[in-house]
């Protein structure tokens, strides 16, 4: 069974930085693209970010674009988003998601994890 | 790219069938089969529902079907039961510079 486990959220100051964390479990992890998406309170779900199976691409939303960095360890896994310079408006729970393929290209996000949340406030 | 344009609510009685909208532009929705529908239960993990406009991954209940014409996919849940109440969101790919737009969300309530 294919689990996605995020872990690394919390309180941050504005301007602050902070560093998410998705294990997974049951799949071979680097033959598939994976996301992160969030959602802010009260908002729809927003895609962030997203990188092939190998790392070799990467692909960001214009909002988070020069401030938050994909990346993954297949030997370990894991799959990581790195946030700088962060805003109130970045406040929201960060899901992790497996694609169905090894490009970020199919638009099927078929596991998610259960998602973190991340508070930027003073 | 900005969202694609979502229904904020859609309710209907148990058994009856509902249709959910998501329109895009000719550079997201109508310019690929790549249409995808997911179920979010507040405080839960998104669900895969329905993918490449029309598929339903193994598990998906055969209630729930998609299409798509021109710029505007749709979702229909047929036979509306209670589970099926939350909130739904449609995404589409949007070329390889920003991949994926989420749609702005949809909520289906059963009456």
């Known amino acids: 069974e294919v689990q996605l486990l995020e872990s690394g959220g919390g309180l941050v100051q504005p301007g602050g930085s902070l560093r998410l964390s998705c294990a997974s479990s049951?799949?071979?992890?680097?033959?598939?693209?994976m996301s992160w998406v969030r959602q802010a309170p009260g908002k729809g779900l927003e895609w962030l970010s997203g990188?092939?199976?190998?790392?070799?691409?990467?692909h960001y939303a214009d909002s988070v674009k020069g401030r938050f960095t994909i990346s993954r360890d297949n030997s370990k896994n894991t799959l990581h988003l790195q946030m700088n310079s962060l805003r109130a408006e970045d406040t929201a729970v960060y899901y992790c998601?497996?694609?169905?393929?090894?490009?970020?290209?199919?638009?099927?996000?078929?596991?998610w994890g259960q998602g973190t949340l991340v508070t930027v406030s003073p | 790219q900005s969202a694609l344009t979502q229904p904020a609510s859609v309710s209907g009685s148990p058994g009856q069938s509902i249709t959910i909208s998501c329109t895009g532009t000719?550079?997201?929705?109508?310019?690929?089969?790549?249409v995808s529908w997911y179920q979010h239960h507040p405080g839960k993990a998104p669900k895969l529902m329905i993918y490449?406009?029309?598929k339903r991954p193994s598990g998906v209940s055969t209630r729930f079907s998609g299409s798509k014409s021109g710029n505007t996919a749709s979702v229909t849940i047929s036979g509306l039961q209670a589970e099926d109440e939350a909130d739904y969101y449609c995404?589409?790919?949007?070329?390889?510079?920003?991949?994926?737009?989420f749609g702005t969300g949809t909520k289906v309530t059963v009456l």
């Open positions: 000719s550079s997201d929705v109508g310019s690929y089969n790549l």
């Open positions: 995404c589409s790919y949007a070329g390889s510079r920003t991949p994926y737009v």
């Open positions: 490449e406009v029309n």
């Open positions: 998601a497996k694609d169905g393929g090894a490009l970020v290209d199919t638009v099927s996000l078929d596991y």
């Open positions: 049951g799949l071979t992890f680097g033959r598939y693209a």
């Open positions: 990188i092939s199976g190998s790392g070799g691409s990467t």
